[in-house]
C-alpha cells in the first residue's frame, strides 16, 4: 500500500520560508515521479514543483520559479519542498504526490498525501 505522509507546515509571515517533508512509503519502482500541489477552497489542486529521471530533472511553474526548490533523498525515501520568499497567495493546503510517467505531466499522479497546510499573512 503506497503511503505520503506530509509534514512541515505551518503560519509564517510574508517574505519567510517553510520546508514540507513527505514521508513515502509502498512504492514500487515504476513510480518514477514525485511531485508537489496545492489546493484552495473552490480551485482545483495545482502543480508547483515536480522532479524525476531519479532526481535529475525537476520542473516548476512560473509562479514559484526561482523560490521553490523540490528535492528527493531516496535513501530516506522522503521528498522535501523548500518554500522562500512566500507571499500570502501562497497559502494554500499542500500535498505531496507520486505517480509514473515518462515526463511527469501534472496528469500523471496518482498516490496523493493528506496534506498539510500552509499560510502565509502579510
Known amino acids: 500500500e503506497v503511503q505520503l505522509v506530509e509534514s512541515g507546515g505551518g503560519s509564517v509571515q510574508a517574505g519567510g520560508s517553510l520546508r514540507l517533508s513527505c514521508a513515502a512509503s509502498g512504492l514500487i519502482p515504476s513510480t518514477n515521479c514525485m511531485a508537489w500541489f496545492r489546493q484552495t477552497p473552490g480551485k482545483g489542486r495545482q502543480g508547483v514543483a515536480s522532479?524525476?529521471?531519479?532526481?535529475?530533472?525537476?520542473f516548476y511553474p512560473d509562479f514559484v520559479k526561482g523560490r521553490f526548490t523540490i528535492a528527493i533523498d531516496n535513501a530516506k525515501n522522503t521528498a522535501y519542498l523548500h518554500m522562500n520568499s512566500l507571499k500570502p497567495e501562497d497559502t494554500a493546503m499542500y500535498y505531496c504526490a507520486a505517480g509514473t510517467g515518462r515526463w511527469c505531466r501534472w496528469e500523471d499522479f496518482g498516490y496523493w498525501g493528506q496534506g498539510t497546510q500552509v499560510t502565509v499573512s502579510s
Open positions: 522532479i524525476y529521471n531519479f532526481g535529475s530533472t525537476t
